[in-house]
């Protein structure tokens, strides 16, 4: 036997030990994480705009306090780098919009302009462009308070919210996030407030002269064009005709607030909404107000830190995707299906299903509803398709007493989720079919997705659903077919809601193998060679965020366990547990796994909007490691 056999046969065993080990200790942390009510949540974070919005929401209402904001600029304080900038994810490039907004709150709590902290930042936006190169959502913060011109701005008149489905960039064409925010954000930049900040930023201005667009055809040249109507439109708008467009819109919004006082669960349209329908005459007392600055606070993480108390606000928070992502880790981990744990937490699925008709009845007014689920708490207008996805493939796997009205929940998910289905035969994240890209090019959208296309991640989520619940039929391999369409050119999937194409890969092999491919076709072989091929000398997976604008960070990052735990997931699910590459995965995992059963991942791998927005999920840390060493470990017996 030739040295490189023999090693290669002392790592069975080795790898297999250090899985037993490491599946132990993740799964008792795991199971010690779950609250009472049956649910995991680990904190979803992000950066530090959702802190400084949150002071100027408030210094706007005139509700700010002095000790949230010590505590919030203490926190956004702690996140500033070496070279003076904040950044949108550990690890990345300093964000110019997210500096100036930083150093913005840090002036309105009593930072010294010449603090050498203050001095990095001011140098290195100035250095950027200043505040005239900033996105358009930071202008509009700096025009509430009179720090940039209300003329200077995209017009988005609120006759928008009267636009038929029929119409372009009516406010179905909008994915639903992006909808939300915008309906708000028209009645704001109508009525056009200035309020006192107490400061002025003006310091942070170059005096360079606007982008001036030249007149030829090119879609930016024609919404320019549009934007300059739409400012003359404001100053002698049709009197009847913007009235009704501000009380429907207020409608609008008053109508989509959810239960706990948000809207959507997220902080944007949340923000936007509570101040569309201040300026339009609600006062802070008022129950829809009252309910929403209290849901709030709800939102707040408070930490105590060497440098003191902190205080930050999740964007989003995301009970029912932790939950039920938790509860497939567990089953793979070996813990019963009626587990005291798996009961609690299917208890509180079963109360969080949807029964009601949301925004995504436009594109697919026929079918009923009932039987999806939203990511977050208190979501019900935007049931999400990958959440149901996963509820069902969790749900699958308990044996619950009322197994009747398991059964229901998951018969109404199948139907829902088959109705989602776009034309092309992929499954995008809220609605079917939003595609328009028009919608794209307006100069008011200049940061974030604001369409929600099928993307590879969820369609494989719903296709290994139905695939594991029986449905081999026409919609099941429309999506099959998707997939392998949407293949991209190297053997990978590309990500949308995580980081990236080793998410999306991990997420797509698994689904095709459980729709039936072979693990020798050669779509998973390639898919294959591109995940060894990307294996990181310490035998771990990563990825950068910089991957959605940089095509040479495709594949490449410092080694997460979220990150190897997605990678595993897809060699495993093809037989490759028995490789160098599964063995050294694996080995990776147990070597750097903390002592409580977790593991450390700074990094952030999940993904709000490509190339502007990501999210780090605190439990993707120990679920998806978990998931893995739990199937490779059944491998094994």
């Known amino acids: 036997m030739t040295d490189q056999l023999q090693q290669a046969a002392r790592a069975v065993p080795t790898a297999r030990a250090d899985a037993r080990t490491a599946l132990a200790a993740a ?153 939300q925010t915008v309906v708000p954000l028209t009645v704001v930049c109508t009525l056009r407030p200035r309020r006192d900040l107490g400061i002025t930023v003006g310091e942070l201005r170059t005096g360079r002269a606007a982008e001036r667009v030249r007149p030829q055809w090119s879609w930016k040249y024609a919404f320019h064009s549009l934007d300059r109507i739409l400012h003359r439109y404001h100053r002698r708008p049709v009197k009847a005709l913007r009235e009704h467009a501000m009380l429907r819109a207020a409608e609008w919004i008053v109508a989509r607030q959810e239960a706990d006082g948000s809207w959507g669960g997220i902080q944007p349209p949340w923000v936007y909404s509570l101040l569309a329908l201040h300026l339009l005459g609600y006062p802070l007392d008022h129950p829809v107000l009252r309910q929403s600055l209290a849901g709030l606070d709800r939102f707040l993480v408070h930490e105590q830190t060497p440098a003191g108390p902190v205080r930050r606000l999740e964007a989003c928070q995301s009970p029912v995707w932790d939950t039920v992502l938790g509860m497939q880790a567990l089953r793979d981990a070996g813990v019963p299906g009626d587990h005291p744990s798996m009961l609690r937490a299917t208890d509180f699925l079963l109360a969080e299903e949807i029964r009601v008709k949301g925004d995504w009845s436009v594109r697919r007014p026929d079918l009923p509803p009932g039987g999806g689920w939203a990511f977050e708490f208190d979501n019900d207008g935007y049931p999400d398709i990958d959440d149901t996805a996963e509820v069902l493939l969790a749900l699958n796997r308990v044996d619950h007493p009322d197994r009747a009205a398991v059964h229901g929940a998951m018969q109404r998910g199948v ?70 369409d949407n293949q991209e050119a190297d053997g990978s999937w590309f990500g949308r809601w995580g980081a990236n194409h080793v998410y999306g890969t991990g997420a797509v092999v698994p689904a095709l193998v459980r729709a039936g491919l072979a693990p020798g076709d050669r779509a998973l072989r390639r898919a294959v060679r591109w995940l060894e091929d990307h294996q990181n000398a310490d035998g771990g997976w990563g990825e950068d965020l910089r991957s959605y604008a940089d095509p040479e960070w495709i594949g490449r990052g410092d080694s997460t366990a979220s990150q190897t735990g997605w990678a595993l997931l897809a060699l495993l699910a093809v037989g490759r547990h028995d490789t160098d590459a599964v063995r050294r995965g694996v080995q990776y995992l147990a070597r750097t796994q903390r002592a409580d059963g977790g593991w450390d991942e700074p990094q952030f791998t999940g993904t709000g909007f490509p190339g502007d927005f990501y999210i780090n999920y605190h439990l993707y840390r120990v679920i998806f490691p978990l998931t893995a060493l739990g199937r490779y470990h059944a491998t094994g017996s």
Request: net charge negative; proline share 4%; with cysteine.
């Open 27 to 179: 799964r008792d942390h795991l199971l010690s994480l779950q609250h009472p009510d049956g649910w995991w949540k680990g904190e979803l974070q992000t950066n530090v705009t959702m802190d400084v919005e949150d002071l100027l929401l408030r210094q706007f209402l005139g509700i700010r306090t002095a000790g949230e904001t010590e505590q919030a600029a203490r926190w956004i304080r702690s996140q500033q780098r070496a070279d003076g900038t904040w950044a949108n994810f550990h690890g990345g490039p300093g964000d110019l919009s997210t500096t100036v907004e930083a150093y913005a709150a840090l002036k309105l709590a009593g930072d010294d302009v010449a603090a050498d902290h203050m001095v990095a930042a001011r140098g290195w936006i100035l250095s950027r462009g200043g505040l005239e190169a900033t996105r358009v959502f930071t202008r509009i913060w700096l025009a509430l308070f009179g720090e940039w011109s209300w003329d200077e701005l995209p017009e988005m008149p609120p006759e928008l919210v009267l636009l038929p489905k029929w119409f372009p960039l009516n406010v179905a064409d909008w994915g639903c996030w992006a909808r």
């Open 415 to 484: 139907r829902w989720l088959r109705g989602m289905q776009s034309a092309d035969g992929g499954w995008g994240a809220f609605d079917a079919d939003n595609t328009r890209e028009l919608v794209r090019k307006l100069p008011f959208c200049d940061f974030g997705e604001v369409i929600d296309p099928p993307s590879a991640d969820v369609t494989a989520h719903v296709v290994e659903a139905l695939a594991v619940l029986g449905h081999d039929d026409a919609v099941l391999r429309r999506g099959v077919r998707w997939l392998l």
